[in-house]
């Protein structure tokens, strides 16, 4: 069965830090992976996504994900964090090859950038 | 930009009652879902419609329903709301143009007396 996990519940990182938060995946065939965040009384706003191609995928706000086929992981990276990044952020991966839009999401971690 | 609304922000309702949350897109875009989020279980898809009249089940359908009679409207029905189907819920929408990118609405965070 495909899945997808997030083990870390809450990751803490000062300002100006670079900041990871991890997410590994189990699915047969080839893995289509997304990253959203939620801010605060929001809904999920897209970061970015790997389909094929490059391993290292940039998305917005300065995010970007590595895609590691031989690890089954795809961690969200930033070079120095904001305070702003603080939000609940969700790994995605897609369950059916032939519908990449059936999305199988992550339990979320919390990641709390301190000033 | 892609706009997905959704008809409350937060509702409140009592056992047993019938409960209608309404999600519209304005984008023009296939796919719709519904997903609940609840701490610590992260999204879970309850059902997803890939046209207009046509349902299909998620991982977690039992006590919803849902209807689509029009494109860019897509209804999550709660027959007979339950305690434990207090929770946040979240539409998205999606489409091949939006290169499969879903869309999520603000949510509706339902609280079931």
């Known amino acids: 069965a495909q899945s997808v996990a997030q083990p870390e519940d809450q990751v803490n990182v000062a300002e100006g830090n670079p900041l990871t938060v991890k997410c590994t995946y189990s699915v047969s065939g080839n893995p289509y992976l997304f990253w959203y965040v939620q801010y605060p009384n929001r809904g999920l706003q897209f970061l970015l996504k790997?389909?094929?191609?490059?391993?290292l995928v940039k998305g917005s706000y300065g995010f970007e994900a590595e895609f590691n086929k031989s690890q089954t992981s795809f961690h969200l990276k930033k070079p120095s964090a904001l305070v702003s990044d603080s939000a609940l952020y969700f790994c995605?991966?897609?369950?059916?090859?032939?519908?990449?839009?059936?999305?199988?999401f992550g339990t979320g971690t919390r990641l709390q950038v301190f000033p | 930009d892609v706009k997905v609304t959704q008809s409350s922000r937060y509702l409140v309702k009592r056992t047993g009652e019938k409960v209608f949350l309404e999600c519209v897109q304005d984008?023009?875009?296939?796919?719709m879902f519904w997903y609940r989020q609840d701490p610590g279980l992260g999204l879970r898809l309850i059902y997803f419609?890939?046209?207009?009249?046509?349902?299909e089940k998620g991982d977690i359908p039992e006590g919803y329903s849902v209807s689509r009679e029009k494109k860019e409207r897509f209804s999550l029905i709660l027959e007979s709301a339950s305690t434990n189907q207090t929770s946040m819920y979240l539409c998205a929408s999606s489409s091949l143009a939006s290169g499969d990118t879903q869309y999520f609405g603000p949510g509706t965070r339902l609280t079931v007396l």
């Open positions: 419609s890939y046209d207009v009249k046509m349902k």
């Open positions: 790997y389909i094929t191609g490059d391993n």
């Open positions: 984008m023009d875009h296939e796919n």
């Open positions: 995605a991966v897609s369950s059916d090859p032939y519908n990449t839009d059936k999305l199988i």
